[in-house]
């Protein structure tokens, strides 16, 4: 799996050493209030570091699960995914950054990167996205990268045993083409 690379970022694959810095952000409270995997368990950022390792071996790959660092200081600074479907046409996107580089731009440069490497180099014909509804960051985040709201679930997220309403946004191939 290749590495993404912009000028202020690059998004790699992860590797063991990361165990520390991923249980770090998924295990504190505020910076993964959101998320639907948060875990304050080592072995379970352990599990999840060694299947996405394990992941990358496959043919044809479907779960690209990156690491993000800052170029400048090569700090690992969040994680994000791209999970193409089974028929490879399209995909869901994440991400999730520490929270002291909120506020930044830098979301919406991942998410940026993520839909830019869907369709150019992935071929995917369309890139989706989910959150809960109270995350005016993530979905403003979508917003920005042109991606339109589909949906709004009602109590549909289960997130730390609680039903969470959920956002729904994507973009097709041609919306992101008709808007560079």
């Given amino acids: 799996m290749q590495s993404i690379r ?20 998924i295990s504190d ?13 080592r072995d379970d950022t352990k599990a999840f570091i060694e299947k996405a390792i394990e992941d990358y071996s496959e043919v044809p790959l479907r779960n690209y699960n990156y690491a993000i660092e800052l170029n400048e200081n090569s700090k690992h600074i969040g994680g994000c995914s ?26 919406t440069l991942i998410a940026q990167m993520l839909i830019k490497h ?3 180099q992935l071929g995917l014909r369309r890139i989706y996205a989910a959150c809960d ?5 993530s979905y403003r985040v979508m917003e920005k990268n042109g991606m339109r709201r589909e ?3 009602v109590k ?8 969470k309403d959920e956002l729904y946004y994507a973009i097709l191939r041609e919306e992101w083409e008709g808007a560079e």
């Fill in 6 to 25: 912009t000028e202020k970022l690059t998004l790699r694959p992860f590797v063991m050493d990361d165990i520390e810095t991923v249980h770090s952000y």
């Fill in 29 to 41: 409270g505020e910076n993964a209030k959101y998320l639907l995997f948060a875990t304050d368990s």
């Fill in 82 to 107: 791209i999970m193409i479907d089974a028929d490879g046409s399209e995909a869901e996107v994440g991400w999730v950054i520490r929270k002291e580089y909120w506020g930044r731009g830098l979301g």
């Fill in 118 to 120: 869907g369709f150019e």
């Fill in 133 to 137: 509804s109270e995350n005016v960051g």
């Fill in 151 to 153: 949906g709004y679930f």
């Fill in 156 to 163: 549909s997220r289960l997130s730390r045993g609680q039903y």
